[in-house]
């Protein structure tokens, strides 16, 4: 696995997955609910392997993906952290998932008593925070063409890793449904935007993983984005 950008996530052997792999493991299925939005967890989960999607539940019924966590994420985090008593979101295996089981007492004492655990936790978060922000700016944008272009950028930072000098591997494997999802968009608008990308040669798609050339995306992005601090939240290894 390759590793991309200036900043890098820690690997599988620093203090948090130390800390992680004593606990026991459960897996769930692709598509398996593992929390639903309301419900009281009884411990919460750290992600081995796999993807997990966060969404909400609409007015008009429909799913809306909000976020995905992915290897070394902890859900539900605001249930986690005693910031909430119940789930926000429905949290849902996107792919064939592994996660640890930990007590939310053992990763509270982790948070208290080993700095080095709280110091890379919080840089985690914080990578998640400024992802979020760039997700925001994407779904502003007042075009879809725009929407998208800053949605590739968004699931590049936060997800992408580096698979050649100007490649980017977006980690989180998505159907033109879950992009449009993702976006707000129509499936046929998304269908739309995306083939004008890759007739652009900006993106291609291989089994439902976004490849994307960053120095393409760049030109055509009207605002400062250094493709050398994009990062991976994926570990080595994985």
């Given amino acids: 696995m390759y590793v991309n950008g200036s900043i890098q996530r820690n690997s599988p052997t620093d203090d948090r997955r130390s800390f992680y792999r004593h606990n026991p ?3 769930f299925s692709k598509g398996e609910t593992i929390f639903l939005q309301g419900e ?3 411990h919460l989960y750290s992600i081995k392997s796999g993807v997990v999607e966060e969404s909400n539940l609409t007015s008009d019924g429909n799913q809306q993906s909000i976020a995905f966590e992915i290897i070394g994420d902890i859900i539900p985090k605001s249930w986690a952290f005693s910031k909430a008593t119940k789930t926000l979101f429905d949290y849902t295996a996107l792919t064939d998932c592994e996660l640890y089981v930990i007590s939310k007492e053992d990763f509270q004492s982790q948070i208290a008593f ?3 655990f709280a110091r890379k936790l919080l840089n985690r978060i914080v990578v998640s925070l400024m992802g979020a922000k760039l997700k925001l700016d994407a779904l502003e944008k007042p075009h879809a ?3 998208i272009l800053y949605t590739i950028r968004y699931l590049c930072y936060q997800y992408g890793t580096s698979i050649g000098q100007s490649s980017v591997m977006i980690q989180v494997p998505l159907t033109q449904q879950e992009m449009a999802d993702f976006t ?3 499936r046929e608008t998304t269908n739309l935007e ?3 990308l890759k007739r652009s040669k900006i993106i291609s798609i291989d ?3 976004y490849i994307v050339d960053i120095d393409k995306l760049n030109c055509i992005i009207d605002d400062d ?3 050398d601090s994009s990062m991976t939240m994926l570990p080595n290894g994985r």
């Fill in 194 to 196: 995306l083939n004008k």
């Fill in 184 to 186: 707000g968009l129509t």
């Fill in 225 to 227: 984005y250094e493709s």
């Fill in 145 to 147: 063409s725009l929407k």
């Fill in 40 to 42: 009281v967890p009884k």
């Fill in 207 to 209: 089994q439902k993983y």
């Fill in 114 to 116: 080993n700095l080095d």
């Fill in 25 to 27: 493991t459960v897996k």
